[in-house]
């Protein structure tokens, strides 16, 4: 079973639009951490939210984590090509030390 | 600069025989891990070390071997009785582990190709 669900698994807009990924657990997060990956290459740390209701943001890109703690969206706004990539959620679960992270959504952005 | 080295980036090697992957850190972190990744899987954990001479298995520990003799290396064996090697491997590392402080730093990866 997989523990933390995202969507979409891809994506494809146009240059300018926005979107949004979102990534969910039917456990409680202790900690929700965002990458991107590029194709082929390794994880690139884009932020960590902690806090039920927590929000951050970075550039055009902002996370936020739910009250409860389960659920957590990504939000690119005004989208462009740099954004292309894969964008994973990690998280460690309440039921121990081991980091899970989800199945990724492949992002596309058109000129 | 500190960071995280995997090598070699591409790797091929004939059925039956057993590869190490390299993975090397000068960030002073206490824990490293590693995964696999597979088209449409996301990232599997393998093994993962939160100290010197420990590490325990992951969820797809089966072929694999580890070893942590050195604070800055965790080299990954991928045996012969691994059915399915050929995957992208990464190599991560973080201050600790639990309580939301796991912010962990990637290598670049490992591309195995076993025929």
């Known amino acids: 079973s997989q523990e933390l669900e995202q969507s979409p698994q891809s994506l494809i807009v146009q240059e300018g639009k926005n979107l949004t990924i979102n990534c969910t657990s039917s456990?409680?997060?202790?900690?929700l951490y965002w990458y991107k990956q590029k194709y082929g290459e390794g994880l690139i740390f884009l932020m960590m939210?902690?806090?039920?209701?927590e929000e951050k943001s970075h550039e055009k890109i902002t996370a936020k984590l739910d009250e409860k703690k389960q659920q957590s969206s990504l939000h690119i706004t005004a989208s462009q090509p740099s954004h292309a990539g894969i964008y994973l959620c990690?998280?460690?679960?309440?039921?121990?030390?081991?980091?899970?992270f989800g199945t990724g959504t492949s992002l596309t952005v058109i000129p | 600069d500190g960071g995280i080295t995997q090598s070699p980036k591409y790797l091929f090697r004939k059925e039956g025989q057993n590869v190490t992957l390299s993975c090397e850190q000068n960030?002073?972190?206490?824990?490293m891990y590693w995964y696999r990744q597979d088209p449409g899987q996301g990232l599997r954990l393998i093994y993962y070390?939160?100290?010197?001479?420990?590490?325990q298995k992951g969820d797809i520990a089966e072929g694999y071997s580890v070893s942590r003799e050195k604070k800055e290396s965790f080299p990954l064996t991928v045996t012969s009785a691994q059915k399915n090697p050929t995957a992208f491997y990464l190599c991560?590392?973080?201050?600790?582990?639990?309580?939301?402080?796991?912010?962990?730093?990637f290598g670049p990866g490992t591309r195995l190709t076993v025929t």
């Open positions: 960030l002073n972190h206490d824990a």
């Open positions: 990690g998280a460690e679960m309440n039921t121990g030390n081991q980091f899970y």
């Open positions: 939210l902690q806090k039920g209701g």
């Open positions: 070390s939160q100290i010197v001479n420990d590490f």
């Open positions: 456990k409680t997060l202790y900690g």
């Open positions: 991560a590392s973080s201050i600790v582990t639990g309580g939301g402080n796991g912010e962990q730093y």
